[in-house]
């Protein structure tokens, strides 16, 4: 099943470590990620999951509930975190999805065969309130993720949903963001306060409007 950004990302019901869950329910009223590996007891997947159990307080900051998926059983993963944490130096505090049978990497679309036979690829999948899928990302299970940059996107699409901005390349939490182009300029200094600077008609900075 190919899904796309705006897209409702799809409902299912999973065994976890931390219980079955429903998956709408369990993400309640927040942001969610859910991100893939491509199998237990493996060196990169183990290196990913610690640092997002270390990085755990900076997802809660921003309301964002995460969830690990891989195709192996309950029983398997339980071992492995006990790996997880005396190697990455830290305690497991999220769920990860026992998905034997293939379910939801089927409905997200984190099998690809050609990449990596039978296995899920390392998807990540950034939800928002409204269920809508607002990111994906799909890595070669080779390469691990930058979590600081997930957490970069989220704080971009968290200013998006929540002040008509939007963040320029290679933007980070403090610099200038790009007013949308949808908000004409005499309507600027009503909406931002804080003031803007029209470089171009079509490119108006203004500073970050949550600080
Ligand atoms: C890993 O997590 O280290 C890994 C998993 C599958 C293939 C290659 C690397």
Not at 159 to 165: C, G, M, R
Not at 190 to 197: D, E, L, Q
Request: glycine share 6%.
């Amino acid at each position: 099943m190919t899904i796309r950004l705006g897209d409702t990302a799809p409902d299912f019901t999973a065994e976890t470590t931390e219980g079955t869950i429903e998956f709408h329910q369990w993400l309640g009223d927040g942001w969610g990620v859910l991100f893939s590996h491509p199998k237990d007891y493996t060196p990169v997947c183990t290196t990913e999951l610690g640092r997002v159990a270390s990085l755990k307080g900076e997802f809660d900051k921003r309301n964002v509930k995460v969830i690990a998926v891989s195709v192996d059983p309950l029983e398997s993963h339980k071992g492995w975190i006990k790996d997880i944490n005396e190697t990455q130096s830290c305690t497991m505090n999220y769920p990860i999805i026992a998905d034997p049978e293939r379910n939801v990497a089927t409905i997200y679309g984190m099998i690809h065969p050609n990449a990596l036979d039978n296995l899920t690829v390392r998807s990540v999948f950034v939800i928002g309130p409204d269920k809508k899928v607002k990111l994906q990302l799909t890595y070669p299970a080779s390469t691990g993720r930058n979590f600081d940059e997930i957490l970069r996107v989220i704080d971009s699409l968290q200013l998006t949903a929540n002040y008509q901005v939007a963040t320029p390349a290679d933007w980070k939490h403090g610099d200038d963001c790009v007013v949308v182009p949808a908000i004409k300029t005499e309507d600027i200094p009503a909406k931002f306060p804080k003031g803007f600077t029209e470089v171009k008609p079509y490119l108006r900075m203004t500073p970050q409007p949550d600080l």
